[in-house]
């Protein structure tokens, strides 16, 4: 508060006070906090993907969806929302080939980040492409060898491919 005080325009600090408010599941004031930080830098993308993320914690998925894509348009770029974006049109929208179009935006952007490579090998999944899903998913287990999410998609894909023995381990 004392640097907002001295600096209202601080936006490491707004970003903070929404923080603080996440982690004390006050998520209506975390929502306000983070959309102060618009009021003055309306193209920011932490402060976009933040809200995105509450609205995600409070079920709503819509709002949510179009936070992301706000940053998106800011960033095309930004791997964390193209990820997270095409997580929520797959799990939640049900939409899995546009949620493909996100999930390759995401790895192409991060090639060495567990949760895109694993967002993309689920969306391919979806999408019914089970040899490719299978090459991402090990590309994200190889990045996160002990990652129990990962390990989880990779064995839902073996047993379906009638593969007991690996998708037991």
Same mark, same amino acid.
């Given at each position: 508060a004392t640097a907002l005080t001295i600096d209202p325009h601080f936006l490491p600090a707004?970003?903070?006070?929404g923080d603080?408010?996440?982690?004390?599941?006050?998520?209506?004031?975390?929502l306000s906090k983070y959309q102060a930080v618009l009021q003055?830098?309306?193209?920011?993308?932490a402060a976009l993907v933040k809200i995105a993320g509450v609205h995600e914690m409070k079920g709503h998925w819509n709002e949510a969806e179009q936070?992301?894509?706000?940053?998106?348009?800011?960033?095309?770029?930004l791997a964390l929302a193209a990820n997270n974006l095409a997580w929520l049109l797959?799990?939640?929208?049900?939409?899995?080939?546009?949620?493909?179009?996100?999930?390759?935006?995401?790895?192409e952007s991060a090639p060495k980040?567990?949760?895109?490579?694993?967002?993309?090998?689920?969306? %391919?999944?979806?999408? $019914?492409?089970? !040899? /490719? *899903?299978? #090459?991402?998913?090990?590309?994200?287990?190889a990045l996160a060898p002990a990652n129990p999410q990962i390990l989880y998609h990779l064995g839902? %894909?073996?047993?379906? $491919?009638?593969? !007991? /023995? *690996?998708? #037991?381990?």
């Open positions: 707004r970003m903070a006070q603080l408010f996440v982690a004390r599941k006050n998520l209506d004031q975390a003055i830098a309306p193209k920011s993308t936070a992301y894509r706000q940053a998106l348009d800011a960033d095309p770029k797959n799990e939640r929208e049900k939409k899995p080939a546009e949620a493909l179009k996100w999930a390759t935006k995401a790895v980040d567990y949760n895109c490579q694993d967002t993309f090998g689920w969306v %391919l999944r979806a999408n $019914g492409n089970r !040899s /490719r *899903a299978l #090459v991402a998913l090990k590309q994200a287990n839902i %894909l073996y047993q379906e $491919g009638k593969q !007991s /023995r *690996a998708a #037991v381990q």
